[in-house]
């Protein structure tokens, strides 16, 4: 296997819009930076395809200053492991990359949390931002009915993409309701972009039927999903379709900062004010320190660059504006928040853990996420978790279990760490286990 | 459990499960606290490899012994506990190791186990994986694997006396008392005619000074790759380097488990407290691996854990009273091999606690023959 | 670079434009299902971001490979359903 040695004065992880604006203003006042993303593109799920042909000017200003700041890209590169302070093990299609920094800003962006229902294991459910990118990448929806669901208000932008790709969609349901939406609309006002974005939007969606308080109880069908059930919690009602796109709302993409030992709260990073972690050196943004959206994560990806160039002053002068949005995603939390009937979706039958097919009454069976892991299999499969362990923290209040590397699975031989040239080893008596 | 339990044991890992099922088949009523959950401790992190072994006349004794008794436990295990008779393949690079397979070969022939000695060819035909140019191997057709965590909670709630033993996780124990009971770390005294000391590498916790030392282990899992070996293979090759051995030591270890997932170790430290993985350990298991499989470097791993072996000085378990108390008893110190021989634990254990004539001679286990202190390790 | 990459989905030839991901061109080629679970169910992508690995197929002989990141390239054998 081929393996590479690169060291940097800065490394930035995840290059969405966060790790961007940090990548970029730290590399635009010298120092050595490098991005890493596990994609082959820059601009994260949210801006995917964008630094191709962009439809979002404020993506494609972002793509070409990163590209013009000297930082260097180091694209489908998964960070999996961190043997020792100061480094970075990273596993690319070709090769192990060894990567050392002095200073480490994490961008790692947030998944999409997935509630078991069901039916939501049939070819066909896909996340709403996860079908949005894979459109961006050639899937093709031209004429395909596409119901969108669950929380957030990335189900409004997805499609609305979606449209635009030729997809039909028959309904987008929200599962807030009605009323705390149009609270939360009303506050809009205070953030002029995405004023602007939902105006846009709503012009574009005319037509599109929009409906606030509906939740999925199934989706049905035979290899593929054919059918959605749809419930507004007195009556339900079935819509035909081809896709299912749903979601709700995002989980943020923890396991590479505890991996390094970064304290959490309430699920997220603790930062100070200048995006730093508990561990010296090592910065977050985005979504890991609160889901706020792209706005959030461009500000505070700038804080977290200049500060760690030692630039604190230049850092300050985004404060009030980062407060700002860090108003609008606690706004956004309270508007999107999840109703409890979405605890009783899984049936005692359905999977909750996909990888390793364990439904929900062998896991209720347990006291914890790692009692679960051991006698039932639950999280011990290829995603290590991510899906399942996000879902049972919602269904049962399970923290997630101890994290170890590799915090994605590597080839084996990625795993080797030592110099090229192996010491000498010494083998056992007993050797059995 | 309304009335106080006949025993009282701590642990409930493979080794407290079986000690804990014999009991309650002899008619005991039994308590099994644990601070964790069933068989997440050095359960959790062994390999689950039932494996006759010969170090020792002891030690063949007892694996022997616990092997028979897992086959004939085979029948009833549930599906979770993945029991495949896929047997053990020493593997041997060349021909002093192969001079070590005749003799082990003969060894165990000797005592009845089934072997077969394979020549370079056979082993290539029987496990393609392994790189050419091995001078043969010894495929010792009975041994097997299971899941270990799922193999002790099936021994305490899956047999016929289940409702004679009450598992209680979560409950940190503080003490052992002399009078059989136990107190627990809120101060509760749990009383019980006797009270067994199952925690394996945290059993010195419990009885101070006792040699048991912790030693820990890595282990790497794969995704699924069906096929890629057919038995738990196993290096000889540590006899030519015996005279390298250091510290801390790794050897060739594969198993292929029933999920398609092949299990990789292994490694042994002492002086090594934390489960974190230690990352030049695993560099060393996984390239002395790759020496005997050089396609395992391309499989997908898709996890890397760590836990603690509890060691004694002479590589035999501590069965039987302590030298403490009567009433305190001790099943611990099984080392590399307690997935093997719990079933035979469980059975001296209560031959002993019962008065009964011990299956097998009990005297190379107990733990008097190590003395009360902390005996130096080798 | 080139305009069309040339690959083959469970033998069947195809062709699509650069930048298509495996998982894209495995559904231009109709397949709907990826993989089969461990208790044989039909699974196909779900997070389309490299989290989940239901996107997984056999790329060239080398199994459990994410179709969702990885980019269509000439000559490329696709196998869905192992």
């Not at chain 1, 492991?81 to 093990?89: E, I, K, M, Y």
Request: aromatic fraction near 6%; charge should be positive.
């Amino acid at each position: 296997m081929n393996s590479a040695r690169l060291s940097f004065d800065l490394v930035v992880v995840g290059a969405g819009p966060g790790g961007l604006a940090a990548a970029s203003v730290a590399a635009e006042r010298g120092g050595s930076v490098a991005l890493l993303d596990n994609s082959p593109w820059l601009g994260g799920q949210i801006w995917r395809g964008e630094q191709a042909r962009s439809a979002v000017p404020l993506a494609r200003q972002w793509i070409e200053r990163f590209l013009a700041s000297g930082a260097r890209a180091v694209m489908q590169a998964s960070v999996f492991a961190s043997p020792d302070r100061g480094v970075l093990l990273a596993e690319t299609p070709a090769a192990r990359l060894t990567v050392r920094f002095k200073k480490l800003i994490l961008a790692t962006g947030a998944r999409e949390l997935f509630l078991p229902f069901p039916g939501w294991t049939l070819p066909g459910v896909v996340g709403p931002g996860g079908l949005q990118a894979m459109v961006k990448a050639g899937w093709p929806v031209a004429g395909r009915r596409v119901v969108v669901a669950g929380s957030g208000p990335l189900l409004v932008a997805v499609a609305d993409g979606l449209r635009r790709y030729g997809a039909r969609i028959p309904l987008i349901a929200e599962q807030a309701p009605q009323l705390r939406l149009a609270r939360f609309a009303a506050g809009l006002w205070r953030y002029p972009d995405k004023l602007a974005q939902a105006v846009a939007m709503k012009a574009r969606l005319l037509g599109i039927p929009y409906r606030a308080g509906v939740w999925l109880r199934r989706a049905e069908g035979g290899e593929r999903v054919e059918r959605v059930v749809l419930t507004d919690g007195r009556r339900s009602w079935t819509v035909e379709c081809d896709l299912l796109a749903c979601g709700w709302n995002l989980v943020p993409n923890t396991e590479l900062p505890r991996l390094l030992g970064c304290a959490l709260a309430s699920g997220f990073v603790r930062v100070d004010e200048f995006q730093r972690s508990s561990v010296e050196g090592v910065f977050c943004v985005g979504e890991l320190t609160g889901i706020a959206g792209a706005d959030a994560a461009l500000v505070q990806g700038q804080i977290a660059g200049l500060a760690a160039v030692g630039e604190t002053e230049a850092a300050r002068e985004w404060f009030a504006e980062r407060s700002r949005w860090h108003r609008f995603g606690a706004a956004l939390t309270r508007a999107f928040a999840l109703r409890p009937e979405l605890r009783q979706l899984a049936k005692r039958e359905t999977v909750v853990c996909r990888c390793e097919d364990v439904s929900r009454e062998a896991v209720e069976r347990c006291r914890d996420a790692r009692e679960a892991k051991l006698h039932t299999r639950c999280g011990m499969g290829p995603c290590q978790g991510r899906i399942c362990g996000a879902a049972t923290q919602f269904l049962f209040g399970w923290e997630s279990d101890s994290i170890r590397p590799p915090v994605f699975p590597v080839r084996m031989e990625s795993l080797l760490t030592a110099s090229e040239h192996p010491k000498p080893v010494s083998n056992l008596s007993d050797p059995t286990s | 459990m309304s009335a106080a339990p006949d025993i009282v044991i701590v642990g409930a890992g493979i080794v407290g499960a079986a000690c804990a099922r014999e009991c309650a088949r002899a008619g005991l009523r039994v308590l099994v606290l644990d601070r964790g959950p069933v068989g997440g401790g050095t359960t959790a992190a062994g390999m689950g490899h039932i494996v006759v072994m010969d170090d020792s006349p002891a030690q063949f004794a007892l694996t022997a012994f616990s092997r028979r008794l897992w086959q004939e436990l085979a029948p009833e295990l549930p599906a979770a506990v993945e029991y495949d008779p896929c047997g053990t393949l020493w593997v041997a690079a060349d021909e002093p190791e192969m001079a070590e397979v005749h003799r082990k070969a003969a060894f165990y022939r000797e005592r009845g186990v089934r072997v077969e000695v394979l020549e370079g060819d056979d082993v290539a035909a029987a496990e393609p994986a392994l790189r050419p140019g091995m001078a043969g191997g010894l495929r010792v057709v009975d041994d097997a694997v299971v899941y270990p965590p799922a193999a002790a909670q099936h021994l305490l709630e899956s047999q016929e006396n289940a409702r004679r033993i009450e598992v209680r996780p979560g409950v940190t124990v503080a003490a052992l008392n002399e009078d059989g009971g136990v107190t627990l770390a809120d101060g509760t005294r749990v009383s019980a005619g006797v009270a067994v000391n199952a925690a394996g590498p945290w059993s010195p916790l419990l009885a101070p000074g006792l040699p048991v030392r912790k030693r820990k282990g890595h282990l790497v899992i794969t995704d699924r790759h069906p096929g890629f070996v057919h038995h738990q293979i196993v290096e000889l090759g540590y006899l030519k380097s015996a005279h390298a051995v250091t510290a801390d030591s790794v050897a060739f270890n594969i198993q292929p488990r029933k999920t398609g997932q092949m299990l990789i170790g292994s490694s042994r430290q002492f002086g090594a407290e934390g489960t974190e993985i230690n990352a030049e350990i695993l560099d060393r298991m996984l390239r002395r691996a790759f020496e005997y499989l050089p396609g395992l470097g391309r499989l997908s791993a898709i996890r890397a854990w760590a836990g603690h072996r509890a060691a004694t000085p002479d590589k035999l378990p501590l069965i039987g009273p302590s030298l403490a108390s009567d009433r305190i008893w001790l099943a611990t110190g099984h080392e590399g091999l307690g997935i093997t021989t719990s079933l035979a634990t469980g059975r001296l254990l209560a031959d002993q606690v019962l008065g009964r004539a011990p299956a097998i001679p009990v005297e190379p286990y107990l733990p008097a023959r190590l003395g009360k202190g902390d005996t130096p390790h080798a | 670079m080139p305009e069309r990459i040339e690959l083959s989905v469970n033998g069947r030839a195809l062709s699509v434009p650069w930048g298509t991901t495996v998982a894209a061109a495995v559904a231009l080629a109709g397949e709907t299902r990826f993989r089969r679970s461990v208790h044989g169910d039909a699974r196909g992508p779900l997070c389309g971001m490299g989290i989940c690995f239901e996107c997984r197929v056999t790329i060239n002989g080398e199994p459990h490979a994410r179709s969702c990141l990885i980019l269509c390239a000439d000559g490329m054998e696709v196998r869905t359903d192992e």
